[in-house]
Each structure stands twice: as C-alpha cells, then as structure tokens.
C-alpha cells in the first residue's frame, strides 16, 4: 500500500497490478483517482504505452470501474481505464456503460473512440447495431467512429445499400450549399 501511495501510476505501468489483491487493486484504482484530482494530465508524453494487465479486472474491479467510466471528468483517468480495458473479456459486463459513451455527443471523439475498440475487441459482442444510431447522428465524430467500426468489423459484411448511407452521411460533411441530391 506504501508503493502504491507512493507512485500509483508506476505500479500500474511498471509492476504487474494483476497479482495484486482485490482491495489493493481498489487501492490502485483509488490512488489513481486521487493523482488525477492533484493532476488531471497525470500521463503526459506517456499516453502511448501500453499495459500488461491480464487478470486484473475481476468482476470486482469491473464494478468498481462502472461509475468511473460515466465520469466526464477532463483529466486523463477515463481514458487510461477505457486503454486499459481493451481486448479483456470481462468488459463485456461494462457493454452497456461502452454503449452510452459511445452515442454521447458530449464526450470527445478520443473518448468515445477509445469505447468503441473495447467493444471492437469483445468477442461475441455485436457491435454493427450501433451504426445506425452513428450514422444518423452524422457529425464529424460520430462517423469517425462508424468509419472504424465498418472497416475493424470483421464479424459483419454490411450490405451495400448499408454502406451507401454511410457514405452519403459523410458526404453531407462537405456539403457546400450547392444544393445536391443525397439520394440519388
């Protein structure tokens, strides 16, 4: 708990937290809380490592972590988790909270992308079903996700007319007043 107090970035990034016990890893995950309260850009020039975590989130750990991925807080903390969570099973019970952040409008395009590859990296998780909302939504973010979603899916083969209103809502991105027909 000392080590932890200490530094708990670094036992995250340089120890193996999956051989902690479920209160020291709650510990972790409230350290880590706190040094994003002291520092909101607590990862600076280290954003792009990347984890070894296997066996880390329990069941436990998953529930703990729910409320924290609802936090919309500008510090870098929901994203490290969202990192973090990526290619492991046991989010499949965070599918619903991976939704929300996906479809909200009011969380940036790094947030809700970084939701979307969680999903991406579940198997037995349909992630093509929220396309549709993606694709109504049509703002620059939203078919970014689409985009990804389309070309990382290897699960589906989308349909072409499917396909083709993708492509129309992301030609309405560069609309330039000229008045041109969408649908045809």
């Given at each position: 708990?000392?080590?932890?107090?200490?530094?708990?970035?670094a036992v995250?990034?340089?120890?193996?937290?999956?051989?902690?016990?479920?209160n020291?890893?709650?510990?972790?995950?409230?350290?880590?809380?706190?040094?994003e309260k002291?520092?909101?850009?607590f990862?600076?020039?280290?954003?792009?490592?990347?984890?070894?975590?296997?066996?880390?989130f329990?069941?436990?750990i998953?529930?703990?972590v729910?409320?924290?991925?609802?936090?919309?807080?500008?510090?870098?903390?929901?994203?490290?988790?969202?990192?973090?969570?990526?290619?492991?099973?046991?989010?499949l019970a965070?599918?619903?909270?991976?939704?929300?952040?996906?479809?909200?409008?009011?969380?940036?395009q790094?947030?809700?992308?970084?939701?979307?590859d969680?999903?991406?990296?579940?198997?037995?998780?349909?992630i093509?079903?929220?396309?549709?909302?993606?694709?109504?939504?049509?703002?620059?973010d939203?078919?970014?996700?689409?985009?990804?979603?389309?070309?990382d899916?290897?699960?589906?083969s989308?349909?072409d007319?499917?396909?083709?209103?993708?492509?129309?809502?992301?030609?309405?991105?560069?609309?330039?007043?000229?008045g041109y027909?969408?649908?045809?």
């Amino acid at each position: 708990r000392e080590i932890i107090k200490l530094d708990p970035y670094a036992v995250l990034a340089n120890g193996d937290p999956s051989r902690l016990a479920i209160n020291s890893r709650v510990y972790l995950i409230q350290q880590l809380i706190s040094m994003e309260k002291n520092d909101p850009l607590f990862r600076r020039n280290d954003a792009w490592r990347r984890f070894s975590i296997t066996g880390f989130f329990t069941p436990e750990i998953i529930e703990f972590v729910r409320p924290l991925l609802t936090d919309r807080g500008e510090g870098h903390l929901n994203g490290l988790l969202l990192e973090l969570l990526y290619g492991v099973q046991e989010a499949l019970a965070l599918a619903d909270t991976l939704s929300s952040i996906i479809c909200d409008t009011t969380r940036n395009q790094h947030t809700r992308w970084l939701a979307a590859d969680c999903l991406l990296s579940l198997r037995n998780y349909d992630i093509g079903h929220h396309l549709d909302w993606l694709i109504q939504e049509a703002s620059p973010d939203s078919l970014l996700i689409a985009s990804r979603i389309i070309m990382d899916d290897d699960t589906v083969s989308y349909p072409d007319a499917y396909l083709g209103a993708f492509l129309r809502a992301c030609a309405c991105l560069y609309h330039d007043g000229q008045g041109y027909d969408l649908d045809t």
